[in-house]
Protein backbone atom coordinates (compact mmCIF):
# COMPACT_ATOMS: atom_id res chain seq x y z
CA UNK A 1 0.00 0.00 0.00
CA UNK A 2 1.16 3.07 -0.78
CA UNK A 3 0.37 6.27 1.14
CA UNK A 4 0.79 9.99 1.57
CA UNK A 5 2.51 9.51 5.15
CA UNK A 6 4.68 7.76 5.93
CA UNK A 7 4.04 4.51 7.66
CA UNK A 8 5.01 5.44 11.23
CA UNK A 9 2.78 8.72 11.18
CA UNK A 10 0.04 6.94 9.80
CA UNK A 11 -0.04 4.17 12.40
CA UNK A 12 1.27 7.12 15.40
CA UNK A 13 -0.86 9.89 14.41
CA UNK A 14 1.78 11.44 15.49
CA UNK A 15 3.52 13.51 12.48
CA UNK A 16 7.50 13.73 11.26
CA UNK A 17 8.59 16.92 9.93
CA UNK A 18 8.28 15.52 6.53
CA UNK A 19 4.71 14.60 7.09
CA UNK A 20 3.65 17.86 9.05
CA UNK A 21 5.48 19.69 5.65
CA UNK A 22 2.65 17.83 3.70
CA UNK A 23 0.36 18.22 6.00
CA UNK A 24 0.92 22.27 6.31
CA UNK A 25 2.39 23.08 1.98
CA UNK A 26 1.26 20.57 -0.17
CA UNK A 27 -2.60 20.89 0.46
CA UNK A 28 -2.94 17.71 2.40
CA UNK A 29 -5.66 17.24 5.14
CA UNK A 30 -6.39 16.01 8.26
CA UNK A 31 -9.05 14.21 6.39
CA UNK A 32 -5.72 12.45 3.86
CA UNK A 33 -4.43 11.08 7.12
CA UNK A 34 -7.73 9.85 8.31
CA UNK A 35 -8.73 8.04 5.42
CA UNK A 36 -5.10 6.53 5.23
CA UNK A 37 -5.32 5.16 8.82
CA UNK A 38 -8.66 3.91 7.93
CA UNK A 39 -7.29 1.99 4.81
CA UNK A 40 -4.28 1.26 7.16
CA UNK A 41 -6.93 -0.98 9.51
CA UNK A 42 -9.08 -2.15 6.51
CA UNK A 43 -5.80 -3.92 4.97
CA UNK A 44 -5.67 -6.07 7.79
CA UNK A 45 -9.24 -7.68 7.09
CA UNK A 46 -8.83 -7.01 3.19
CA UNK A 47 -5.20 -8.08 1.95
CA UNK A 48 -6.03 -6.65 -1.34
CA UNK A 49 -5.49 -3.23 0.00
CA UNK A 50 -2.55 -4.17 0.17
CA UNK A 51 -2.02 -2.85 -3.92
CA UNK A 52 -3.66 0.24 -3.56
CA UNK A 53 -1.83 4.00 -4.34
CA UNK A 54 -3.63 6.22 -2.53
CA UNK A 55 -3.13 9.94 -3.54
CA UNK A 56 -5.08 12.36 -1.92
CA UNK A 57 -8.69 13.01 -0.60
CA UNK A 58 -10.68 15.85 -1.99
CA UNK A 59 -13.47 17.25 0.33
CA UNK A 60 -16.20 19.18 -1.07
CA UNK A 61 -19.85 19.37 0.30
CA UNK A 62 -21.34 16.28 1.71
CA UNK A 63 -18.64 14.21 -0.89
CA UNK A 64 -15.59 13.01 -0.48
CA UNK A 65 -13.23 12.36 -3.51
CA UNK A 66 -11.05 9.75 -3.44
CA UNK A 67 -8.01 9.84 -5.35
CA UNK A 68 -6.36 6.61 -5.99
CA UNK A 69 -4.01 5.22 -8.22
CA UNK A 70 -4.58 2.68 -11.34
CA UNK A 71 -6.74 -0.31 -10.52
CA UNK A 72 -7.43 1.31 -7.32
CA UNK A 73 -11.40 1.74 -7.52
CA UNK A 74 -11.61 -1.65 -8.45
CA UNK A 75 -9.75 -2.68 -5.21
CA UNK A 76 -12.02 -0.50 -3.20
CA UNK A 77 -14.96 -1.71 -4.79
CA UNK A 78 -13.97 -5.37 -4.66
CA UNK A 79 -16.10 -5.58 -1.38
CA UNK A 80 -19.04 -3.20 -0.47
CA UNK A 81 -18.16 -3.31 3.00
CA UNK A 82 -14.80 -1.49 2.30
CA UNK A 83 -16.81 1.89 0.95
CA UNK A 84 -19.44 1.46 3.44
CA UNK A 85 -16.44 1.79 5.88
CA UNK A 86 -14.69 4.24 4.44
CA UNK A 87 -17.79 6.50 4.33
CA UNK A 88 -18.47 5.61 8.09
CA UNK A 89 -15.54 6.78 9.33
CA UNK A 90 -15.41 9.83 7.05
CA UNK A 91 -18.99 10.71 7.59
CA UNK A 92 -19.35 11.04 4.31
CA UNK A 93 -20.36 10.13 0.69
CA UNK A 94 -17.56 8.42 -1.21
CA UNK A 95 -16.60 8.82 -4.82
CA UNK A 96 -13.74 7.09 -6.13
CA UNK A 97 -12.08 8.89 -8.67
CA UNK A 98 -8.61 6.85 -10.39
CA UNK A 99 -5.54 9.09 -11.16
CA UNK A 100 -4.56 8.72 -14.77
CA UNK A 101 -2.20 10.34 -17.03
CA UNK A 102 -5.10 10.32 -19.23
CA UNK A 103 -7.18 13.54 -18.17
CA UNK A 104 -9.86 13.17 -20.09
CA UNK A 105 -10.91 10.17 -18.69
CA UNK A 106 -10.55 11.62 -15.70
CA UNK A 107 -12.68 14.42 -16.97
CA UNK A 108 -15.42 11.85 -17.98
CA UNK A 109 -15.75 10.72 -14.60
CA UNK A 110 -15.81 13.76 -12.28
CA UNK A 111 -18.57 14.88 -14.71
CA UNK A 112 -22.02 12.93 -13.77
CA UNK A 113 -23.89 12.87 -17.43
CA UNK A 114 -22.37 11.72 -20.29
CA UNK A 115 -19.86 13.64 -22.37
CA UNK A 116 -20.27 13.58 -26.15
CA UNK A 117 -16.68 15.40 -26.25
CA UNK A 118 -14.15 17.16 -24.88
CA UNK A 119 -11.37 18.81 -26.81
CA UNK A 120 -8.81 21.50 -26.21
CA UNK A 121 -9.24 25.04 -27.35
CA UNK A 122 -6.11 26.65 -27.55
CA UNK A 123 -5.36 30.69 -28.00
CA UNK A 124 -2.94 32.60 -29.46
CA UNK A 125 0.11 32.94 -26.83
CA UNK A 126 -0.24 29.30 -26.25
CA UNK A 127 -2.79 29.81 -23.66
CA UNK A 128 -5.38 26.66 -23.64
CA UNK A 129 -8.24 24.86 -22.05
CA UNK A 130 -10.52 22.34 -22.17
CA UNK A 131 -14.44 22.09 -23.14
CA UNK A 132 -17.20 19.42 -22.51
CA UNK A 133 -19.84 19.28 -24.42
CA UNK A 134 -22.95 17.45 -22.70
CA UNK A 135 -26.54 17.27 -24.55
CA UNK A 136 -28.77 20.05 -23.45
CA UNK A 137 -31.09 17.86 -21.67
CA UNK A 138 -28.82 16.64 -19.41
CA UNK A 139 -26.38 20.12 -18.92
CA UNK A 140 -30.15 21.25 -17.69
CA UNK A 141 -30.11 18.86 -14.60
CA UNK A 142 -26.44 19.55 -13.23
CA UNK A 143 -26.79 23.42 -14.32
CA UNK A 144 -26.72 24.34 -10.67
CA UNK A 145 -23.90 22.10 -10.12
CA UNK A 146 -21.39 23.01 -12.87
CA UNK A 147 -19.30 25.98 -10.82
CA UNK A 148 -18.88 23.03 -7.88
CA UNK A 149 -18.10 20.62 -10.78
CA UNK A 150 -15.38 22.34 -12.80
CA UNK A 151 -13.46 23.89 -9.68
CA UNK A 152 -13.17 20.10 -8.58
CA UNK A 153 -12.25 19.23 -12.19
CA UNK A 154 -9.25 22.22 -12.18
CA UNK A 155 -8.17 20.86 -8.73
CA UNK A 156 -8.01 17.65 -10.02
CA UNK A 157 -6.61 18.49 -13.12
CA UNK A 158 -4.96 21.45 -12.94
CA UNK A 159 -6.63 22.26 -16.04
CA UNK A 160 -8.95 24.99 -17.09
CA UNK A 161 -12.34 23.84 -17.85
CA UNK A 162 -15.82 24.95 -19.60
CA UNK A 163 -18.87 22.88 -19.72
CA UNK A 164 -21.24 23.76 -22.44
CA UNK A 165 -24.90 22.23 -23.79
CA UNK A 166 -25.09 21.09 -27.23
Do not use: W
Amino acid sequence: MKLPFCLFCVKSGVLCLKCQEKLEKEGFSELDLKLSQTLLELSKKFSSLNDIVFHRVLNENNHVYVIVGKGGANILFSDRRIIKHIERSLKKKVKVIEKTDDKTQMIRELIPVKTLGINRVYYPGGLSFVKAIVKKKDYDKIERKIPKIVEIIEKLTGQKIVIESM
